[in-house]
Nanobody
Framework: QVQLVESGGGLVQAGGSLRLSCAAS????????MGWFRQAPEKEREFVAL????????YYADSVKGRFTVSRDNAKNTVYLQMNRLKPEDTAVYFC??????????????????WGQGTQVTVSS
């Protein structure tokens, strides 16, 4: 059974930093591309960042580029999202997701069959 468990969310003031972690089990982590998405109240889920199976390719939404960094440690079956210079508009539930890496670098939720439960990030002004 595939499980993705996010952690590291919390409350932070604008300009602060958080690091989210996503621990994976039940899949061959080293061949899966991993994505981060977020969903704010009354808004649709949106793409944040993705990383290829080897970590050699990353891609970010324009809204977070230059502030967020995605990385992975295949030996630990874990993907990370380092979030710096946080803004109130970053407030959302953050989800990690997994898909077999076919090189397409998909950034849409429907392309990811496996999802975590989400972790809340709240940025105060």
């Amino acid at each position: 059974q595939v499980q993705l468990v996010e952690s590291g969310g919390g409350l932070v003031q604008a300009g602060g930093s958080l690091r989210l972690s996503c621990a994976a089990s039940g899949l061959r982590f080293s061949i899966y591309a991993m994505g981060w998405f977020r969903q704010a109240p009354e808004k649709e889920r949106e793409f944040v960042a993705l990383i290829s199976w080897s970590g050699g390719f990353t891609y970010y939404a324009d809204s977070v580029k230059g502030r967020f960094t995605v990385s992975r440690d295949n030996a630990k079956n874990t993907v990370y999202l380092q979030m710096n210079r946080l803004k109130p508009e970053d407030t959302a539930v953050y989800f990690c997701a997994a898909r077999p890496d076919d090189g397409s670098h998909a950034g849409v939720p429907i392309a990811y069959p496996y999802w975590g439960q989400g972790t809340q990030v709240t940025v105060s002004s």
